[in-house]
């Protein structure tokens, strides 16, 4: 009796773990990529206060993007001279990411803005 109840506890702890996990990667993933992002922007707007030239500052929020284990998904330079990044990334799935209802969730994109001047 006894037996058959821990064993439905362990049952209900795994399978309650693994929807934690299974539902709180991609905000785990954002979280971890919020400050990749803002680095790459700020990168980028201090390369290009220095030279003006936007594809050394897009190489450098790229490096950024790299380092972080993500990818570059935009680059912009605005009229005021902001540098504006997405820095993309997929979460981690076991389960969900198969399902065309929620694949979405997993593609993270996070952007940032940095001023150069």
């Known amino acids: ?14 399978v309650l773990g693994f929807a934690v996990i299974e539902v709180g990667s991609p905000v785990w993933t954002r979280v971890i990529l919020d ?10 707007a201090s390369e290009y ?9 897009r190489q450098a929020a790229a490096q950024d993007a790299q380092n972080a ?17 997405t820095l993309f990334k997929r979460a981690k799935s076991y389960v969900l990411y198969k ?13 940032a803005s ?4």
């Open 1 to 14: 009796m006894i037996g058959s109840w821990l064993v439905k506890i362990a049952v209900a702890v795994a």
């Open 35 to 44: 400050g990749p992002a803002h680095d790459a922007a700020g990168d980028a």
């Open 49 to 57: 206060k220095q030279n003006h030239d936007q594809d050394r500052a």
């Open 69 to 85: 284990h993500a990818r570059l998904e935009s680059f912009s330079v605005d009229e005021q001279g902001r540098i504006h990044v």
């Open 99 to 111: 399902f065309s209802q929620t694949r979405h969730w997993y593609d993270v994109r996070v952007s």
């Open 114 to 117: 940095a001023s150069t001047g």
